[in-house]
């Protein structure tokens, strides 16, 4: 069974850069888009970006100027740098596993992605 | 703001059957995915694709999608179904994005 273990500093100050690792155990690393979720506190979920196993990536265009996900396939992980957080950076920030794929009912086309497996989330937050 | 809109709050009563929708332009070529989400928890997958449910999710939770609209159908709601219910689907731009996430209540 696939599992997402995720880590990394819990407390920053304005202007840091928040970094988090995500370790994906007892399953493959290929064909799947390993993504990065955030949900401030008491608010909804917010998509930050994700990467495949060969490091292409796909950013949310309201973070992408901050945003840098990397992967190491050698250690089955990824990982998140925001930079220059602020007090709206304060949030659960979890991983997640991907996939998706298209489905075909006669002349009707319909494309698909889903987030299967999530990592338990890390708080961070952004304090002087 | 969120190019997948929801209701806020939705509330049933034990037993009863609730729809839980979805809206957006980019649902009418994609399949909306559903997540569930209980305090303190992360979320979980409850429906993907057309209709399709991962291991150990109850046959209660159904989904359909007709035009630009996704629904999560719970039918026999129960108690332990009260939650925060997420959508997940692309915007205009190709960006994956959530809706703003229903409440549902259990009554």
């Known amino acids: 069974q696939v599992q997402l273990q995720q880590w990394g500093a819990g407390l920053l100050k304005p202007s840091e850069t928040l970094s988090l690792t995500c370790a994906v155990y007892?399953?493959?690393?290929?064909?799947?888009?390993w993504s990065w979720i955030r949900q401030p506190p008491g608010k909804g979920l917010e998509w930050i970006g994700e990467i495949n196993h060969s490091g292409s990536t796909n950013y949310n265009p309201s973070l992408k100027s901050r945003v840098t996900i990397s992967v190491d396939t050698s250690k089955n992980q990824f990982s998140l740098k925001l930079s220059s957080v602020t007090a709206a950076d304060t949030a659960v920030y979890y991983c997640?596993?991907?996939?998706?794929?298209?489905?075909?009912?006669?002349?009707?086309?319909?494309?698909?992605?889903?987030?299967?497996?999530w990592g338990k989330g890390t708080t961070v937050t952004v304090s002087s | 703001s969120s190019e997948l809109t929801q209701d806020p709050a939705v509330s049933v009563a034990l037993g009863q059957t609730v729809r839980i929708t979805c809206q957006g332009d980019s649902l009418r070529s994609y399949y909306a995915s559903w997540y569930q989400q209980k305090p303190g928890q992360a979320p979980v997958l409850v429906i993907y694709?057309?209709?399709n449910r991962p291991s150990g999710i109850p046959d209660r939770f159904s989904g359909s999608s007709s035009g630009n609209t996704a629904s999560l159908t719970i039918t026999g709601a129960q108690a332990e179904d009260e939650a925060d219910y997420y959508c997940?689907?692309?915007?205009?731009?190709?960006?994956?994005?959530f809706g703003g996430g229903t409440k549902l209540t259990v009554l």
């Open positions: 007892g399953g493959s690393f290929s064909g799947y888009y």
């Open positions: 997940n689907s692309r915007d205009s731009s190709g960006t994956r994005v």
């Open positions: 997640a596993r991907g996939s998706g794929g298209i489905a075909a009912a006669g002349t009707s086309v319909h494309y698909y992605y889903y987030m299967d497996v």
């Open positions: 694709g057309k209709n």
